[in-house]
């Protein structure tokens, strides 16, 4: 509402399902002068708070129709919304219709998204798309020259102060409104087409994509103090949204990525493993059938690195592990569960971030994308998502892996997919023996993973070795053979790899080809 419409006949249109707040509101709505319709629900609610009320319905003298899915689609209700004040035409065209301006309007959306969350069927979902509410808002918010448009109780507050000092809503304010108003329309639609792609997993990467980022919280700051960050949501389940954190300081921007790296690589590996994560990527993991063997296998692998690591627990903490974990400076521990005892136990380190997540997420992957925001451009691709290859997997050397290297080779495998390209980890039937991440050849990755081997005192000889794609070059698989590996697993792919081949069995190795590879740059 604008000083130069409020000596006349003005009106409020107020419909919304949250009450909150709502009666101060339109308190200060009538006493600043204006005369307030609203759907059928929120009369009875304002009548009940003494204030009086007109039914739409009323004011339109047109019911409601189709059980409720035309009520507020009318021209006197958006006429009343879209009327340019500054316009004597339009002004006209409202006596002539008898036609009130509407000069606020207050509305809810129907709870499309939390439904969708919910798990309702495309079908039932159809009756939580809103029509009305979100016209009325894109309406408003389009002549927000001349009408203020409240969509949610947070912003009651500062227009019942401008309405008690001024008597009207300044242009600054009506300008802010609309833009989170337009804001709430994307994500809402944004949400609607989440539900309507998520119906038809089997279609290629959409023409559109509209993302309906909606903010669920700050972070402690970005990758470095001096940036800001934020978590922020899309209509779809998310473990990171979901979890509940039981202590510990404020995630961070990159507390929260780390989060989601060891979470994804314990579920892949499976109940009862632990995996310790640091700037992103695995320092090591263990999958002995027991959570507390496992802890001690993974911090083995690199018990340096693990200082001021992530630790994902793919079970439940019991106080055993957590008196053992409390003594290393963690930043971070995920689990399924934490036992009432050892939740006790790791609240004595007040800072440590403990965090759960829910069991549905453990149990199993749901296809999806997988985007990187990079100066206001978004690359998008589909999750890489399971280990299909695997079962295909074949052996290209003279000598076949037995039953115990090809296990090992499965979980190095997986653990692979997990590390930074270029990625080797060497492994065996236990846990990671080392793993070399992130170099530009990968000849440095085999010749890291196994010093970080023999610095932990870790047996390389008769261990396994993945790499995440292919060796383009013998010299990879040759310096992995003069360490002691037993056996290799990689993509396969090389236009050298008939010399790769020939060069694993001159060493006597058990070399598999998946062809998939698994390179992780994000």
């Not at 009666?23 to 609610?45: H, M, P, Q, V, Y």
């Amino acid at each position: 509402m604008s000083k130069a419409v409020k000596t006349r006949t003005a009106t409020a249109l107020v419909s919304v399902t949250d009450k909150e707040g709502l009666a101060e509101l339109a308190s200060a709505l009538r006493d600043a002068g204006l005369a307030i319709i609203a759907s059928s629900g929120t009369k009875t609610f304002l009548e009940s708070q003494g204030i009086a009320v007109r039914e739409i319905s009323d004011y339109t003298e047109s019911p409601e129709i189709l059980g409720g899915r035309v009520k507020t689609l009318h021209p006197k209700i958006h006429g009343g919304i879209l009327a340019d004040r500054d316009n004597p035409d339009h002004l006209r065209t409202l006596v002539d219709r008898a036609t009130d301006p509407i000069d606020v309007v207050v509305v809810n959306l129907y709870p499309f998204e939390e439904k969708f969350r919910a798990g309702l069927s495309p079908e039932e979902l159809i009756e939580f798309i809103d029509i009305g509410g979100i016209t009325l808002i894109r309406a408003a918010a389009k002549n927000h020259k001349h009408v203020a448009v409240l969509t949610h109780p947070s912003q009651y507050a500062a227009v019942v102060n401008e309405l008690q000092r001024d008597g009207s809503t300044s242009a600054a304010t009506r300008a802010r409104l609309a833009a989170e108003a337009f804001a709430l329309t994307a994500t809402y639609d944004a949400a609607i087409a989440h539900c309507f792609r998520s119906a038809q997993p089997e279609e290629p990467l959409p023409q559109r994509l509209p993302i309906g980022l909606v903010k669920v919280s700050d972070v402690r700051y970005g990758e470095n103090p001096h940036q800001r960050g934020a978590l922020y949501r899309t209509a779809m389940p998310s473990p990171v949204v979901d979890m509940t954190q039981l202590q510990g300081k404020e995630l961070s921007f990159n507390n929260y990525l780390d989060i989601i790296g060891a979470f994804a690589l314990v579920r892949d590996l499976g109940p009862h493993s632990v995996a310790i994560i640091k700037h992103n990527n695995p320092c090591g993991a263990a999958w002995m059938g027991d959570v507390l063997e496992s802890w001690r296998r993974a911090l083995k692998t690199d018990t340096v690195s693990a200082f001021g690591g992530v630790v994902a627990v793919n079970g439940t903490v019991t106080p055993q592990l957590a008196e053992e974990m409390g003594q290393l400076f963690l930043e971070v521990i995920i689990a399924r569960g934490v036992e009432g005892a050892a939740r006790a136990s790791l609240e004595k380190k007040k800072n440590v971030r403990v965090v759960t997540i829910p069991g549905a997420y453990w149990d199993g992957t749901r296809p999806g994308l997988v985007a990187v925001w990079t100066q206001d451009a978004a690359l998008v691709q589909d999750d890489d998502a399971g280990y299909p290859e695997w079962e295909n997997a074949q052996a290209v050397t003279a000598r076949m892996p037995n039953q115990g290297e090809r296990t090992a080779l499965r979980m190095a495998w997986m653990v692979a997919k997990h590390v930074k390209s270029n990625a080797i980890v060497i492994a065996d039937g236990d846990g990671t023996v080392g793993i070399g991440a992130g170099q530009m050849s990968r000849v440095d990755s085999s010749h890291l993973a196994a010093h970080k081997a023999g610095t932990a005192g870790l047996q390389v000889k008769g261990a396994v070795a993945a790499s995440d794609a292919f060796f383009p070059f013998a010299d990879g698989v040759q310096e992995l053979g003069r360490v002691g590996i037993a056996a290799l697993v990689q993509p396969g792919g090389s236009i050298r790899d008939a010399e790769v081949i020939a060069a694993a069995n001159e060493m006597n190795l058990a070399m598999v080809f998946t062809g998939r590879r698994h390179f992780r740059h994000i």
